[in-house]
């Protein structure tokens, strides 16, 4: 009886002990599954990571830095926006919503282009864009755009800004306080004409007709404090600065001209590179089918411009049209940028 109890006691001892053991074991294994896990997770994430970026590009749109240089302009004026030094190849977009009687223009690689509202613009990646916006319907109008970068390749943008500009156009008169529609004005008094003596009769003298007066061109240089190397190179780079019209003996950028005035567009030659350019033509095919050229023009020294002026006749001219302006100049690095087109609209 004594030898049974025993052998029964020892049998339980080492069922204890092999069930003791086995859950150090089981502990062991699930604490070493939890370390792989952890360090799994990880790359895991990673690996999600690396599928959205080939899906939809690299970045976050969150963190795309885009400068305006100001949240209010007049009608007419340009909103210069600063852009961020972005690494990989691509295009941005641009577009800007609908409002009534607004347009805008868009100024990127020294091309003026006329944008559509709700139409979205691509343009190769540049340091700096400029926004030409009009307002002839209201004196203030809140005009809402968009930018937005695509990766080379990417299905969706990687970078994206969303912006808004206060237009004003103080050729309208302001509403009154009361919030109405009528804007109050003195009547004019009347004022009775003045007779004139009649002159007396001269003899008639045959008349030649008129011709219409050739376009006038003005061409205005600014000039940078330059040093040029003797070993350095010259790129001149054409821009398109503004389009607009001349009232008096000054200059107004618009992208939208009325046809009964002088229209103009402003031309910008300067010299990027380390050494005085030899001296260089310009051509300009105008909107309105004429030919302006300047020839022989003075070389410009490094980070000198030339800004031309030119003055043409739209008399013809409705809707959309475009224009050329070129630059010829010997022993220049770079040619690509010598030439550059530009949009104007016409409106009677």
């Keep these: 009886m004594t030898t049974q109890n025993t052998s029964e006691e020892s049998k339980s001892a080492v069922i204890k002990s092999l069930a003791i053991l086995g859950s150090i074991v089981i502990l062991i294994i699930g604490v070493w599954l939890a370390v792989q896990i952890v360090r799994a997770l990880p790359a895991g994430f990673a690996s999600l990571a690396s599928i959205a ?16 240089e100001t949240n209010s302009i007049e009608s007419g004026d340009m909103l210069t ?44 990646k540049t340091d700096e864009v400029g926004i030409f916006i009009t307002s002839e319907k209201y004196r203030v109008s809140d005009v809402s755009y968009s930018l937005t970068f695509t990766e080379t390749g990417a299905n969706e943008p990687v970078g994206e800004y969303a912006g ?34 009649e002159p007396e009769e001269e003899p008639e003298t045959p008349t030649t007709p008129s011709t219409p007066a050739e376009p006038t061109y003005r061409t205005v240089q600014f000039t940078y404090i330059p040093v040029s190397l003797d070993n350095g ?55 309105n089918g004429d030919d302006y050229t300047a020839d022989n023009q003075q070389g410009l020294k490094p980070n000198e411009r030339v800004v031309f002026t030119i003055e043409f006749d739209a008399e013809d001219e409705t809707g ?18 010598n030439r550059v087109r530009g949009t104007m609209r016409f409106v009677n």
Excluded at 89 to 114: H, K
Excluded at 242 to 267: C, E, H, L, M, W
Excluded at 320 to 337: G, P, Y
Aim: with cysteine; hydrophobic share 35%; proline share 4%.
């Design 233 to 287: 190179f010259t790129d001149l780079r054409t821009t398109v600065l503004a389009t607009g019209y001349i009232k008096g003996r000054s200059f107004y950028p618009s992208f939208v001209v009325d046809n009964d005035s002088r229209a103009a567009i402003q031309v910008e030659v300067k010299n990027l590179g380390t050494k005085t350019s030899d001296r260089f033509d310009l051509d300009v095919e105008l909107p």
């Design 164 to 197: 808004a500009v206060t237009v004003t156009n103080n050729a309208i008169a302001a509403l009154p306080a009361d919030g109405g529609t009528d804007v109050a004005y003195d009547e004019p008094e009347e004022i009775e004409p003045e007779v004139a003596d």
């Design 320 to 337: 959309d049209e475009t224009f050329e302006a070129d630059v010829q100049v010997d022993h220049d690095k770079n040619d690509r940028n």
């Design 53 to 68: 970026e080939n899906l939809y590009g690299t970045g976050t749109k969150d963190q795309f830095d885009v400068q305006p």
């Design 81 to 124: 926006i600063t852009l961020p030094s972005l690494e990989a190849d691509g295009t941005y977009q641009f577009s800007y919503e609908c409002a009534e009687g607004v347009a805008a223009a868009l100024r990127a690689n020294g091309t003026v282009d006329y944008i559509d509202c709700d139409e979205t613009f691509s343009f190769s």
